[in-house]
């Protein structure tokens, strides 16, 4: 009893007096860590080996390879093999979740340990045989186990002899299953590729109402299927490279061998090879690695999740580059005015379409103008307006407390803060985001008198102009550009905008996507060339592109629509 | 796709903006000054002058394939003249620039920024045009190629929408102050053609040398027209007489314009495009001049260049106190040395290039018939 009193008393006090020490674990992470990159690690001794002859050393070296000890899915199986009534050792190396089990046991596994008349014949193979004067002369093969195995034990489509442990290695890391046999100095490496992917399903950033509704996902092969089916044509080109030296992520440059110009072909693989990077996450990183001028905020490749656009652009004659886990492709070169152009263009009258270009265009200068040249006109170019405008606008703002520029900066932040928080909340929440911040809080700004309401309306149409603009990275630099420009205007009206807009202007000049101008045809300006904005009927879209300097110039004969002709 | 040399539309568009940035000041009222109600008949005039004397130089300049003036000048008096030209052409285009660019942001302090003082409007302007030409010059003539395109629309465009002013008896007397002064010393507005100092330097950048005859052409006619359009809308406007006392006609002219009632007045909206003429006219001088200098002096880089470029440029911007002697510098001083540099020196060293280059040639000519009449004889 005593005890128990002195040590609730001890307790007490201790909670009194004493430091509460939750946890004892007290883990930082170091300042500084030796860099490795250039030094010799054990795990580069493994590497630019080949196959030994030796099974224990061979596995002995995956298994210090791939860290099977601790990795829980590399999967190692050792067994004996069965020809010609004879035992080899042998063992596969997989990974557990990429490859095919299935096919690993019915057409690896059990051909080869399985007793069957294929191998456990041991009787040399007849090539031919002639019988002449009752002398019986055979052409036999002699026996290989290497040839053997391949040709008759493993029924596999796609399997290939294997010497480098690094290739070897990239095969494994792919979902292949590598298969060591004893005394065989290389591997087969047999395609056993099976993992859960997102099926097909329809665009979400790019919608449109008439047009296919497939877009790319994630996984590489399927993407180069989806557009090996929507371009039938025997000259599609579909190379494979790999980025990364960490994480070897496998990517296809795809073109159309007899339209894509040759050079363009070579410089996007030549910039592709020539990464020296550890890992590429997405095919927005790898743009950023390729582009001409790494300092610009524009982009300098357009990227599509539809596959219907990806094959018009292939059919141009431009260069389509997939990324595997990116359900996104780059499409190269571009010109600003692909920004502007929506895969609905083609399916509609030429008439609508260019009236949907004419409206984005304009969408465009108001996203980018509109903050900058309300505060410039009611600043310093006053005279432009109606009287009777500019009183209610003077009216309006009598009652806000702040100068002009900082209202305006108030609801252009807000609304970026609303939209970007409405883009990362889960997608149920997304529109509540949207109708609290803009209707809720901005009718509440407004009778605050912490913003005037022709501000509402002038950022309201700007928000919603920016929506017009299709392409998201296109659109990032938009919204940079209007800050810069609303500060223009503020700083000196139209002298400033002005200002802005030149030095803009000649950025653009001198912007290049894989060489090509970015505001071709019109800077350097071609009034000969085919490719304007606007479109031309359908049926007079004679000519490719000629700044993609084709093979094939043409796209349509002289007269498309020969049926017309009797 | 090779873009760095020019085509006919950019190099065109070069020689246009100057004509272009001088028809927004004041030189349409300087030639209504100069030949009352006959300016029209004296703007056609001055441009058959024009186009003849172009004719006449394209001829001089056919023994030169892709050499501008420079190049002339140091085959007619070697390194000692190519300095002298490229000295006589940079104080040229920094004095006009400067003096223009000086005018532009009178204006611009006249009707918008009323406390800001003159220098820091210029200097806006030249720290524009030395942060694109850091960019390029290619970048600056694409710049430019698409701007004055946009301009030549807003000229027209100005001639359009006074039309419903226009008192067309104006034109009347028909002679002006007379046939003297529409056609003897009318003869001197040919100085309102001052973009013609770029044919002088445009030959060594061009795509086809070929195209130079055309471009020489196309710019004397579109400036032709220009002034046609900006004249007859000033003289049909406003009685000659009242121009005279005008500062910047052009702006007065967009002044009577009406949009509608939603834009009451929409002489902003002009400013807006002119201040893009006079940044791109900045910018091409400031190349050009940094191009002649870096090739004569055999720079390294061009940055340097253009940094003192602007910094004279600047200087000279300063140095009239007040509108009176901008409008006599304008008047007087920029009318000779125009016609000087253009029609006269630089003609003259072609000229002699021409008669030189043909003479030599000849000379070789004889020499080897000679030779070969030798030789037949032995």
Not at chain 1, 293 to 318: C, F, H, K, M, N
């Amino acid at each position: 009893m005593q005890k128990l009193i002195m040590g609730f008393f001890k307790n007490v006090f201790k909670s009194l007096f004493e430091d509460e020490v939750d946890n004892d674990n007290d883990f930082v992470l170091p300042d500084k860590t030796e860099d490795t990159s250039n030094k010799l690690m054990p795990e580069d001794l493994l590497k630019n080996k080949n196959v030994y002859p030796s099974l224990d050393v061979n596995l002995e070296y995956m298994n210090a390879r791939f860290n099977s000890l601790i990795n829980s899915d590399i999967k190692i199986r050792e067994f004996l093999i069965h020809v010609r009534n004879k035992q080899y050792k042998a063992f596969i190396v997989y990974i557990d979740g990429m490859s095919d089990n299935d096919s690993i046991n019915d057409f690896i596994l059990k051909p080869l340990m399985m007793r069957n008349n294929a191998n456990t014949y041991d009787g040399d193979e007849i090539i031919s045989q002639a019988i002449t004067n009752n002398i019986s002369v055979r052409k036999v093969k002699k026996f290989n186990i290497n040839d053997y195995i391949f040709d008759c034990l493993l029924p596999q489509n796609d399997i290939e002899k294997v010497n480098s442990f690094d290739t070897i290695s990239d095969g494994i890391v792919s979902g292949n299953c590598a298969l060591f046999v004893d005394t065989l100095d290389y591997a087969f490496d047999i395609s056993t590729k099976k993992y859960e992917t997102r099926s097909i399903s329809e665009p979400k950033n790019e919608p449109i109402i008439r047009g296919s509704q497939e877009a790319f996902v994630e996984n590489l092969r399927t993407n180069t299927s989806m557009l090996r089916r929507n371009l039938a044509n025997e000259n599609l080109v579909i190379e494979n490279l790999t980025i990364g030296k960490v994480d070897k992520n496998k990517c296809a440059v795809c073109y159309l061998k007899n339209v894509a110009n040759s050079d363009l072909v070579a410089e996007v693989k030549y910039r592709l090879n020539n990464l020296d990077v550890d890992y590429c996450s997405s095919v927005g990183e790898l743009e950023q690695f390729i582009k001409d001028d790494i300092t610009t905020t524009l982009p300098e490749a357009v990227s599509t999740e539809r596959v219907d656009r990806a094959t018009s652009y292939l059919l141009q004659g431009r260069v389509v580059i997939v990324y595997n886990g990116c359900p996104y492709v780059l499409v190269v070169p571009i010109t600003i005015f692909d920004f502007l152009k929506s895969q609905e263009d083609i399916n509609i009258n030429h008439v609508a379409a260019n009236l949907l270009k004419i409206i984005r265009a304009i969408s465009v200068v108001l996203t980018l103008l509109l903050p900058g040249f309300y505060i410039a006109i009611t600043t310093y170019h006053s005279e432009l307006l109606p009287t009777d405008l500019l009183f209610s606008i003077v009216a309006s703002r009598s009652s806000v407390p702040f100068m002009i520029i900082v209202e305006i900066l108030i609801m252009e932040v807000s609304f970026e803060i609303i939209r970007e928080a409405g883009l990362r909340v889960p997608s149920n929440l997304g529109s509540t985001v949207g109708i609290v911040g803009t209707l809720i809080l901005g009718q509440a700004a407004v009778e605050a008198n912490i913003v005037s309401p022709i501000l509402v309306i002038i950022v309201a149409i700007t928000g919603i102009t920016s929506f017009s603009v299709l392409d998201f990275s296109f659109s990032f630099h938009l919204r940079i550009a209007r800050f810069v420009y609303t500060i223009l205007g503020a700083t000196a009206g139209f002298l400033g905008i002005a200002v802005g807009l030149f030095i803009h202007l000649i950025i653009l000049c001198s912007l290049k996507s894989f060489g090509v101008p970015y505001l071709t045809p019109y800077a350097p300006l071609n009034v000969k060339s085919k490719s304007k904005y606007l479109l031309k009927p359908a049926w007079k879209r004679e000519f490719r592109d000629e700044w993609l300097a084709t093979k094939r110039p043409r796209a349509q004969g002289g007269i498309s629509l020969k049926w017309r002709k009797k | 796709m090779k873009t760095d040399k020019l085509n006919v539309i950019e190099a065109t568009f070069v020689v246009v903006i100057v004509t272009l940035t001088h028809i927004i000041l004041n030189l349409p009222n300087s030639i209504l000054k100069q030949s009352g109600s006959s300016a029209i008949i004296n703007v056609i005039y001055i441009s058959f002058l024009a186009f003849a004397f172009f004719l006449i130089l394209n001829k001089l300049f056919s023994p030169f394939p892709g050499k501008d003036i420079v190049d002339v000048s140091e085959y007619v008096g070697g390194k000692v003249l190519k300095n002298i030209t490229t000295i006589i052409y940079s104080v040229y285009l920094i004095f006009v620039a400067g003096v223009l660019i000086l005018n532009f942001s009178e204006l611009l302090k006249l009707i918008y920024f009323h406390n800001a003082k003159t220098f820091l409007i210029v200097g806006i302007f030249l720290l524009t045009a030395v942060i694109v030409n850091k960019i390029g010059f290619k970048n600056v003539i694409k710049a430019n190629t698409l701007i004055t395109l946009v301009v030549l629309v807003t000229v027209v465009l100005i001639f359009l929408a006074s039309l419903g002013h226009v008192d067309i008896e104006r034109i009347f007397p028909i002679m002006g102050y007379g046939v003297g002064n529409t056609f003897v010393t009318g003869a001197l507005n040919i100085f309102a053609f001052g973009g013609l100092v770029f044919l002088y330097l445009v030959r060594p950048g061009l795509k086809d040398h070929n195209n130079y005859k055309k471009i020489g052409i196309s710019a004397i006619i579109l400036s032709s027209i220009y002034l046609l359009l900006s004249v007859a809308s000033l003289l049909f406007l406003f009685p000659f007489l009242a121009t005279g006392t005008e500062t910047l006609s052009v702006y007065m002219s967009t002044r009577t314009i009406e949009f509608g009632k939603f834009f009451e007045r929409s002489d902003a909206m002009f400013i807006l495009v002119w201040i893009f003429t006079f940044l791109s006219y900045l910018s091409v001088m400031i190349s050009y001049i940094t191009k002649i200098n870096k090739k004569t002096w055999k720079a390294k880089h061009s940055s340097p260049i253009i940094y003192i470029v602007a910094l004279l440029i600047l200087i000279v911007s300063l140095i009239p106190t007040n509108s009176t002697q901008i409008r006599f510098i304008e008047d007087y001083i920029y009318k000779y040395s125009a016609l000087f540099i253009i029609f006269i020196y630089s003609f003259a060293i072609v000229l002699i290039g021409y008669l030189k280059k043909t003479n030599y040639k000849m000379k070789r000519l004889k020499l080897k018939r000679r030779i070969v009449k030798v030789s037949n004889e032995q």
